[in-house]
């Protein structure tokens, strides 16, 4: 039997604990390699010069995402970004060089696969005038609030009742409704890796969607995905969702 392509992978921010997990998992997929596993700005810096690993998956601190990944994509790999804090700016400076070095990549702001099965139940339950609010809860260490992935969730949410807003407008002569941001409310607390609640209220009645993850192998599956798709990506794209249904997991 043919040994599958083995792809080496650098882990940036190798000793938190989504980094320390992510070896663990990476050490057992017999299609990658574990090649480097880097704690800090130096290692990570004489690694990219090293050119010595053809991906990098990225859990440092929030706000580093973006830069990681632009110097990733200049020194020739490809880059799974994991870390949270990118903004849509960002993300579209990094779609440019992607489109200039033919380089591709992924930030996911969460690799559970429960989280996108939310996002769509959800969105298939929403209406003209939902009012929605997001509540995220997480463990005391994790400093940014709210969460990348809480963030994403509501950038998602609000774009759906902005469309259907202009959908439901199109016959009237007036603008379409207007539609505000949506609160997100952070708890930091033991209890759950993770827990969303996203809470959607209309015509006096109440709907509540709870996605919680109690043990980080919950994100072993996506991120599996995630690295076999950016391995060979030519183009950068924002969430787990931009690569299903692709024969991945």
């Known amino acids: 039997m043919e040994s599958p392509r083995l792809t080496r992978v650098a882990i940036v921010g190798a000793g938190g604990q989504m980094g320390s997990a992510a070896c663990g998992w990476i050490e057992t997929w017999p299609e990658f390699e574990c090649a480097a596993r880097l704690g ?3 290692q990570f810096a004489a690694e990219l010069e090293r050119n010595h690993c053809e991906l990098y998956l990225d859990f440092t601190r929030a706000g580093l995402g973006a830069e990681h ?14 870390t949270s804090g990118v903004t849509p700016e960002e993300f579209e400076g990094l779609l440019e060089l992607s489109a200039q070095r033919e380089l591709g990549g992924l930030i996911a702001p969460n690799f559970c ?10 969105e298939d339950l929403l209406r003209p005038g939902t009012r929605v609010e997001l509540v995220e809860q997480h463990r005391p260490h994790k400093l940014d609030a709210p969460s990348a992935s809480s963030l994403s969730s509501a950038r998602k949410l609000r774009e759906k009742l902005e469309h259907m807003a202009l959908e439901s407008d199109t016959s009237s002569a007036g603008s379409p409704a207007a539609v505000g941001e949506i609160p997100i409310h952070s708890v930091r607390k033991d209890g759950p890796v993770a827990r969303q609640e996203w809470i959607l209220t209309r015509d006096g009645e109440e709907l ?9 192998g919950a994100f072993a599956p996506g991120l599996r995905a995630a690295l076999r798709w950016a391995r060979d990506a030519r183009d950068f794209r924002w969430g787990l969702e931009a690569i299903m249904g692709k024969g991945l997991l």
């Open 40 to 42: 800090d700005e130096l």
């Open 69 to 82: 990944a632009r110097r990733v994509l200049q020194s020739g790999a490809r880059a799974v970004i994991g």
């Open 113 to 122: 696969l429960g989280m996108i099965q939310m996002q769509a139940a959800a």
């Open 208 to 216: 509540r969607l709870v996605h919680q993850i109690d043990d980080r």
